[in-house]
């Protein structure tokens, strides 16, 4: 069965204070994993996809990168507004499932001053 | 440029009743998706549709029912809320199956 695991669940960052996320997957065949940034009261916002191993994409402060087994979001010295709940999300490459995204349950990330 | 439209965004409904839940997309994309996010549970797929005219089901379809009106349009529909169905629901596109996703901002129902 495929599965997602995000962790921490909850992290909190002085500003400037860098860190990770990571997501450990376990799916037959990647096709591709998926960022989210997701405020309160708010749906999902995306932020990267990765296709594989090796890859790495950034966005401002953001960087995230792919393993065959993981996948990190790296936070660079972060400001309270990146304060948000991060979720991945990975993509199986086959069979009846391909399309879908399979959500982790996320990490809710506070940055304060 | 609205993007992904839901509506309602709140709505409390007592056990038994139906509702629909509207979704739409200026996004000319082809594929749409219902997921509901619970507290712990992270988001799941209830129903999407691949293109228009297709709908197939997700993780936890049960007690659900989609209809995908036109390109633009994806409804999902509640015939007998239960309490188990208190949630927040989340339309999302894509402009292909596979593609990275665009949400709507929420339904958050409560069933009582």
Same mark, same amino acid.
């Given at each position: 069965? $495929? ?50 191993? /090796? ?59 | ?36 996010? $619970?507290?712990?549970? /992270? ?14 089901? /997700? ?54």
């Amino acid at each position: 069965e $495929d599965q997602v695991t995000q962790s921490p669940e909850a992290l909190r960052l002085q500003e400037g204070e860098s860190s990770s996320l990571n997501c450990s997957y376990t799916v037959s065949g990647l096709r591709g994993l998926f960022w989210y940034r997701q405020d309160p009261g708010k749906g999902p916002e995306f932020l990267f996809t990765l296709y594989s191993a /090796g890859e790495e994409k950034e966005k401002e402060r953001l960087k995230a990168t792919l393993t065959k087994k993981e996948s990190f979001l790296h936070i660079t010295a972060p400001k309270p507004e990146d304060s948000a709940t991060y979720l991945c999300a990975v993509q199986p490459d086959r069979g009846s499932t391909l399309g879908r995204l399979y959500f982790g349950r996320g990490t809710q990330l506070t940055v304060w001053p | 440029n609205a993007g992904v439209t839901q509506t309602p965004k709140f709505q409390v409904l007592k056990t038994g009743q139906s509702m629909t839940l509207q979704c739409a997309q200026d996004m000319n994309h082809n594929s749409m998706y219902w997921y509901r996010q $619970d507290p712990g549970m /992270g988001l799941r797929l209830i129903y999407y549709s691949a293109s228009e005219g297709t709908t197939d089901k /997700g993780e936890v379809p049960n007690g659900y029912n989609v209809s995908r009106l036109n390109k633009r349009e994806f409804s999902l529909r509640l015939e007998s809320a239960a309490p188990s169905q208190t949630s927040v629901y989340f339309c999302a596109t894509s402009l292909r199956l596979g593609d990275g996703y665009t949400f709507g901002s929420g339904t958050r129902l409560t069933v009582v």
